[in-house]
């Protein structure tokens, strides 16, 4: 057990701070502690999430991906992008007053994501008809584009 201590390295604090004209958001108070996976603990090794919204009420994330998520040498896992993509567009129904599950979850990978590397993430419900929500995102850093993701979510009836 010693060397699992000694093996445990703690990274620094991480600038997730917004643009301006973005206001943040408060993830749990909305959907309470289903958001554990991802952005459930802020000083981790694996990710690192905080939330916001702009004037039009379309939700953003600052994104650390940490160690912990590695997959390729040196990259995040295409599994960890896609749980941020999860995470992040089914709040965004959230946020935008559509209690749902996620039904179907579609990620386009565009370029390979470095490890430690802060992204930024905006998504917006683009249709609700009936119960079927519709929700797009994308995932990058500057002109870099990491990932798009679309989200199929059907609301929870009675909620």
């Known amino acids: 057990m010693a060397n699992a201590a000694a093996e ?3 990274t ?7 643009e301006a004209g973005w206001v943040p958001f408060d993830a749990p108070s909305l959907v309470g502690e289903s958001l554990r996976f991802v952005s ?11 939330y916001y919204r702009d004037g039009e ?7 650390w991906f940490g160690p912990e998520t590695g997959g390729p040498p040196g990259h995040a896992h295409g599994g960890a992008v896609a749980a941020v993509m999860d995470e992040a567009l089914g709040l965004a129904a959230w946020a935008a ?5 996620v039904g179907n979850l579609n990620v386009s990978f565009r370029a390979m994501l470095p490890l430690e590397t802060v992204v930024t993430l905006e998504s917006r419900v683009i249709s ?3 119960r079927k ?26 909620c």
């Open 8 to 10: 445990t390295v703690c």
């Open 97 to 101: 007053g559509y209690p749902i599950v």
């Open 40 to 50: 459930g603990d802020p000083a981790g090794n694996r990710f690192r999430v905080r």
């Open 128 to 130: 609700a008809e009936g």
């Open 12 to 18: 620094p604090p991480v600038d997730l701070s917004g």
């Open 133 to 158: 929500v519709m929700v797009h995102g994308r995932l990058f850093r500057g002109e870099t584009l990491f990932a798009e993701g679309e989200c199929l979510c059907i609301t929870i009836p009675g």
């Open 57 to 63: 009420k379309h939700l953003h994330a600052r994104i």
